[in-house]
């Protein structure tokens, strides 16, 4: 999966974008390169895009391993963008283990105007 991502300072808002083959390997190295970018923020909001992901290589114990890391911090809103049945499930399951564990504000979207509504309200609130 080529994963890229733009951090946007002046919005707080990192952009992920996913495309191809959608596997934990690469979710993995893609939180790696997150957390080791200087200008990363873990307080800023993310939105992630996987509506460019032709195929999905994820098991419920990818996405276990994947909820118990934390990249971004619990207050942060992170919207993810789907378009498929498969991940909106996948999704959901990753939103409802971090809200076990704490985070405050995932939540999943099959719109990105409405992904963007969410993530920005909470900026112009705050």
């Given at each position: 999966?080529?994963?890229?991502?733009?951090?946007?300072?002046?919005?707080?808002?990192?952009?992920?974008?996913?495309?191809?083959?959608?596997?934990?390997?690469?979710?993995?190295?893609?939180?790696?390169?997150?957390?080791?970018?200087?200008?990363?923020?873990?307080?800023?909001?993310?939105?992630?895009?996987?509506?460019?992901?032709?195929?999905?290589?994820?098991?419920?114990?990818?996405?276990?391993?994947?909820?118990?890391?934390?990249?971004?911090?619990?207050?942060s809103r992170r919207?993810?963008?789907?378009?498929?049945?498969?991940?909106?499930?996948?999704?959901?399951?990753?939103?409802?283990?971090?809200?076990?564990?704490?985070?405050?504000?995932?939540?999943?979207?099959?719109?990105?105007?409405?992904?963007?509504?969410?993530?920005?309200?909470?900026?112009?609130?705050?």
């Amino acid at each position: 999966m080529p994963a890229f991502y733009k951090i946007d300072g002046a919005h707080k808002l990192v952009l992920s974008t996913a495309s191809g083959v959608f596997t934990l390997a690469d979710a993995l190295a893609h939180h790696e390169q997150l957390l080791k970018d200087p200008d990363f923020d873990p307080r800023y909001s993310q939105l992630v895009d996987l509506t460019h992901s032709t195929e999905v290589e994820l098991s419920a114990e990818d996405v276990r391993i994947l909820a118990e890391r934390r990249v971004f911090w619990p207050c942060s809103r992170r919207a993810i963008l789907v378009g498929g049945d498969l991940l909106y499930g996948l999704a959901r399951m990753f939103e409802m283990l971090r809200e076990n564990a704490g985070d405050e504000g995932i939540r999943v979207f099959r719109r990105l105007d409405d992904a963007l509504d969410w993530i920005l309200d909470r900026k112009a609130a705050d």
